[in-house]
């Protein structure tokens, strides 16, 4: 085998694997593979066996000065995989990277929520809409709007997860929902709110054929899957019928339902179930925001600031 292709043949045979064996997702794979290509690419050497400590310890520090902590981690992770296979498989005999301290400090970016307040006011802004439509048509994409705000918030659900709904995923007499998460794992919530139920149950009724005929849950106008795209359309058209001077993303709202229920004193543990988290780690960032709730809670309101001393 020549040295040009022996990298970039490994790296595919290693993507293999990891499709075949390891069974991750389409998007994990793709992430995987972007960043092995990229460090083939970027070193000087074309052959796995002269990969030295030297030339990670250079690639390394190139990823730290290029990106986000974030992302240095996440490419570092996935060539720790990628050796971890090839010593695996007795490709090499020494792991380079073994040698290497690759610990660093990842600086805490708490999760941006949408104030409850503000919630309100978009939710509210929604019904009033609907309730002025002019016509029977614009009554109805209104309803499919507030059917998918409703969903978002009531479940914490990822936004690919709920364009991604099938109608055998919802069950709205016994007000449950399945969801397949990252990975295709599965998990059921209980949709507990009365409103919410009675939201989707209208919706459900009022677009039953399109659904039917479409093969998912949430229908666009031309009877085609509602794309990620156009909820986020459909965020910011209410965002700004609403006068809210904040930036709104799909994501927030899985936020908010995760600091919400923090904040009513839920098991972090249930959280991390309801989220479909992998590790309770990842659900961890949530106690952040609590904790900084908490500080500013006792910074403005213990009633040691208004003692004159």
Do not use: W
Request: charge should be positive.
């Amino acid at each position: 085998m020549n040295t040009t292709n022996n990298l970039q043949s490994l790296i595919e045979a290693y993507l293999k694997f990891c499709q075949s064996q390891k069974r991750l997702d389409a998007k994990t794979l793709k992430a995987y593979g972007i960043d092995l290509r990229q460090f083939a690419e970027q070193i000087p050497v074309e052959s796995v066996s002269l990969v030295t400590t030297d030339i990670l310890e250079q690639y390394i520090s190139h990823l730290h000065q290029t990106y986000k902590p974030k992302s240095a981690k996440r490419k570092i992770a996935s060539l720790k995989a990628f050796f971890h296979y090839l010593e695996y498989r007795d490709i090499i005999q020494v792991n380079p990277l073994n040698k290497l301290r690759l610990k660093f400090r990842e600086p805490v970016i708490l999760p941006k929520t949408i104030p409850l307040h503000t919630l309100e006011t978009f939710l509210s802004t929604m019904y009033s809409q609907r309730e002025r439509a002019a016509t029977p048509t614009q009554k109805k994409e209104i309803l499919r709007d507030i059917a998918v705000i409703e969903l978002l918030f009531a479940t914490g659900i990822r936004i690919s997860e709920l364009c991604s709904l099938k109608p055998e995923n919802i069950n709205l007499y016994e007000a449950t929902v399945l969801i397949y998460g990252k990975g295709s794992k599965e998990r059921m919530l209980q949709l507990g709110n009365e409103s919410v139920l009675r939201i989707l149950r209208e919706y459900q009724q009022e677009y039953y054929y399109d659904i039917n005929s479409c093969g998912y849950f949430f229908v666009n106008r031309l009877n085609h899957r509602l794309s990620e795209q156009s909820v986020r359309n459909m965020i910011n058209k209410y965002t700004n019928l609403a006068s809210i001077d904040l930036h709104i993303t799909p994501h927030m709202f899985r936020h908010s339902f995760a600091t919400c229920l923090l904040d009513a004193d839920v098991d972090i543990r249930y959280i991390q179930e309801m989220l479909g988290h992998s590790s309770i780690n990842i659900t961890q960032i949530y106690a952040h925001v609590t904790t900084a709730k908490q500080k500013d809670i006792l910074t403005k309101k213990h009633p040691r600031k208004n003692m004159n001393i």
